[in-house]
């Protein structure tokens, strides 16, 4: 049973503005691995250098399209938890709200969220390497080489930011407006570490918006946080939910057992 604070509970039920600011963590329980954990992050068994750059992609594009299509097989296996369902929740239960995830499994579209921007793409999608506007629905994955678009011939690549690359603009800018709009900001499951994103709880900060971490593990965003829930996602985000709108809010809703339970460790 996790204790949520009664301000705190008040002041999510009587928000006009809330902000989401989600990472990995968020989809820690429905089976998918998260980046920096020690062990079990991706990056502490996969060399983002090797796989997540542009200039991999060009040293070495069959490992990195190969690497990016595995993990879209896995996400497609795994579903929402019931920390993507309270979002979800609580988008449906304030006037005004936006979530900003850093995640590009779809998870908290398939929750239900709709006010959602995708800082990072979405790895379900695909387009050319050479001009981001042609997006690709259909492709055929096989041969020694990526598929390549049908317009220009280059190859066809993930729909996912890379280091060194930017952020989709409209996706940023709508995540910093609403972070210097929002009364309170939820900022779970992410460590932090990668900018712009971690920008965003400055800029709710400054603009005197209450911010809240949800994360087991404390990250150099807890300094600025005006509370902070230490537990997964999956437990602390349905509890601050039942406490702000009642114990009926997250009724009907998966476990977090039930949506492991396809994905499991196979998504890692
Ligand atoms: P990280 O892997 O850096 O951080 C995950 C955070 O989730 C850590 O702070 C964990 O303590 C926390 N965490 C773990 N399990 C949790 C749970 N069940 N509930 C809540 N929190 C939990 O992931 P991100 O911060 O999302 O970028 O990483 C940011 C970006 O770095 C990613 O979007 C990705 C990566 O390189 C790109 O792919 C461009």
Redesign the pocket.
């Known amino acids: 049973m996790i204790a949520i604070a009664d301000d705190l509970a008040r002041a999510l039920r009587s928000a006009r503005f809330v902000a989401v600011l989600s ?4 989809s ?2 429905s089976g998918v691995s ?4 020690a062990l079990t ?1 991706l ?1 502490a068994n996969f060399d ?1 250098l090797e796989l ?1 750059t542009p200039s991999a992609f060009r040293r070495n594009p069959k490992l990195v399209w190969d690497w990016y299509a595995e993990r879209r097989a896995q996400l497609a296996r795994v579903l929402p938890n019931p ?1 993507h369902h309270a979002i979800a929740r609580i988008e449906a239960s304030v006037p005004r709200f936006l979530l900003a995830t ?3 499994d779809g998870l908290h579209a398939r929750a239900g969220s709709r006010r959602l921007v995708e800082l ?1 793409g979405n790895i379900a999608r695909v387009r050319c390497s050479e001009d981001p506007r042609h997006a690709v629905e259909a492709w055929d994955d096989v041969g020694d080489e990526p598929p390549r678009c049908a317009h220009c011939g280059a190859y066809l690549r993930p729909d ?4 060194e690359e930017s952020l989709p603009a409209q996706a940023l800018c709508a995540a910093e407006a609403a972070a210097r709009a929002c009364d309170l900001l939820i900022v ?7 900018y712009p ?1 971690a920008a965003l709880p400055q800029y709710a900060k400054a603009a005197g918006a209450i911010v809240l971490e ?4 404390a ?1 150099p965003l807890s300094a600025r946080a005006d509370y902070a829930l230490r537990f ?3 437990e602390a985000l349905p509890a601050l939910v039942r406490a702000a709108w009642g114990e009926d809010a997250m009724a009907g809703q998966p476990s977090c057992a039930e949506s492991s339970r396809e994905g499991g460790n196979g998504a890692r």
Request: proline residues 8%.
């Open positions: 990472g990995a963590g968020v820690a329980e998260t980046f920096r954990d992050g990056w983002p997540a920390g850093q995640n590009v990072h996912v930011v890379w280091f779970a499951g992410t460590s932090g570490e990668v994103a949800v994360n087991p593990a990250t997964p996602s999956g």
